[in-house]
């Protein structure tokens, strides 16, 4: 069974940092493209950072410079480092699995930041 499980979000000030981190079990960790994404109150989910197997990383405008993601295939982790928090950061944040070959696609449930003075 394939388990997501996101942790380290809470509620920082503005400039502060946060390290979100994606614990995953029951998948072959090369196999996917890995990702963070994000849904504020009342609009969509939509994505932040995206790892590709070759080590590419996407990042949406919003948080270039700011956010970086990473990933550990000895402790099967995803890691998101965001700096420099801004009060439009505020959002559950959901790690996300995208099979590079297939239709596979998990989630996990998701860990809520909120930066706030």
């Known amino acids: 069974q394939v388990r997501l499980v996101e942790s380290g979000g809470g509620l920082v000030q503005p400039g502060e940092s946060l390290s979100l981190s994606c614990a995953a079990s029951?998948?072959?960790?090369?196999?996917?493209?890995w990702a963070w994404y994000r849904q504020a109150p009342g609009k969509y989910r939509h994505m932040v950072a995206r790892?590709?197997?070759?080590?590419?990383?996407i990042y949406i405008d919003a948080v270039k410079g700011r956010f970086k993601i990473s990933k550990d295939d000895s402790q099967l982790t995803i890691t998101l480092e965001m700096n420099n928090l801004k009060p439009e950061d505020t959002a559950v944040y959901y790690c996300?699995?995208?099979?590079?070959?297939?239709?596979?696609?998990?989630w996990g449930q998701g860990t809520q930041v909120t930066v706030s003075s």
């Open positions: 029951g998948i072959i960790f090369g196999d996917y493209y």
């Open positions: 790892l590709k197997d070759d080590g590419t990383e």
């Open positions: 996300n699995a995208l099979a590079i070959h297939g239709m596979d696609d998990y």
